[in-house]
């Protein structure tokens, strides 16, 4: 049954000569944990801010749209301003050897934005609106019942002289039936010297979402990303600037424990995974121990993505059994 970040069964018992089965709940999984083994990767579209080409810095940025710009900034342009549009946009990275070559770029080009409030850049297939931007519907990815995603994004801050408390979100969402943005999984990065030691080397941050269950608001809808600037009108609210790159969006099945046997005192079930993926199998004698007290069992390696698991200890007893992806 699968449930949560992982799944579980009741080792069988037997009463009156029949073998009983009974499923952990979904909580079990979520108890656990899971950790960063990531089977599919989902496309998105100018992942690396390389469309346009650029020869320096242009505010255009091909497949992603630009948060509307709110009712208290005023478009002044000139010298020492910039419009809203402006805020945001992609350019090339120096030539190798340059002070401010960025090492692991992907690519020729990155994103910069500004470190002001409500300054973003956003991509999914249902949206009607952005700034300075046409939503072209090619990412069409949907949350799935059943799986996990995990955003990775390669970030740096520090440019323009940022200070400390200058912050940024990196969230997956989905639109509601008003087409709002609906932020399910999200993760705010504050600005610090120690967190970004350098501007010349992107750290890869993540936003997870736990498996997807088939009565979520968001199983079924489009897949949202955004990139947004979160500093605050009445703190931190400009100076510096964020370098971005390398957006990447994976999703991962997750395992199912079924179809228990008990042969020569030794219980089995079946395992299924995605192909390849890594599963450790954890077994306690008390469903409400902590996940720090579960015995583990063994990781293994699920090649073809169904796979027999036998439980070699003799006489445990009543055991309850789960599996989670690992590295």
């Known amino acids: 049954m ?29 108890a656990l944990g899971m950790d960063s083994a990531w089977a599919a990767s989902l496309v998105v579209p100018d992942y690396s801010f390389e469309s346009p080409a650029t020869t320096y ?29 402006e805020l945001t946009g992609e350019f090339l990275n120096t030539p190798a050897g340059a002070p401010a070559h960025i090492d692991n770029c ?71 039936d008003a087409s709002n943005q609906v932020v399910v999984a999200a993760t705010n990065l504050v600005y610090s010297s120690a967190l970004f030691p350098n501007t010349t080397n992107f750290i890869d941050f993540t936003a997870q979402l736990p498996t997807v269950e ?26 510096g600037y964020w370098d971005l790159d390398n957006v990447r969006l994976t999703s991962a099945s997750a395992p199912v424990l079924s179809g228990c046997t008990v042969t020569n005192g030794q219980f089995a079930f079946t395992l299924q995974s995605d192909p390849g993926a890594a599963c450790e199998v954890l077994a306690a004698a008390n469903l409400s121990l902590p996940a720090s007290r579960w015995t583990s069992l063994g990781t293994v390696t699920n090649l073809t993505g169904r796979m027999i698991f036998v439980d070699n200890t003799a006489n445990a007893g009543r055991r309850f059994y789960l599996a989670r992806l690992v590295e």
């Open 57 to 85: 810095a242009d505010p255009d940025i091909d497949s992603w749209q630009k948060t509307p710009q709110p009712a208290w900034w005023v478009d002044t342009g000139g010298t020492n301003s910039y419009t809203w549009a």
């Open 2 to 30: 699968a449930g949560g970040d992982g799944a579980g069964l009741q080792r069988p018992q037997t009463t009156g000569g029949r073998v009983w089965l009974a499923a952990i709940l979904a909580a079990a999984g979520a």
């Open 106 to 176: 992907d690519g020729n080009q990155a994103l910069f934005l500004l470190a002001d409030p409500q300054v973003g850049v956003f991509q999914d297939y249902d949206s009607t609106y952005g700034t300075n931007s046409v939503p072209t519907h090619a990412f069409d990815a949907a949350f799935e019942a059943g799986k996990s995603y995990l955003l990775v994004v390669g970030v740096i801050g520090g440019g323009g002289g940022m200070t400390n408390g200058a912050s940024l979100e990196l969230g997956l969402y989905y639109r509601d």
């Open 214 to 239: 088939a009565g979520d608001a968001w199983a079924g809808r489009h897949i949202g990303i955004l990139l947004l600037s979160t500093a605050s009108l009445g703190g931190y609210g400009g100076g």
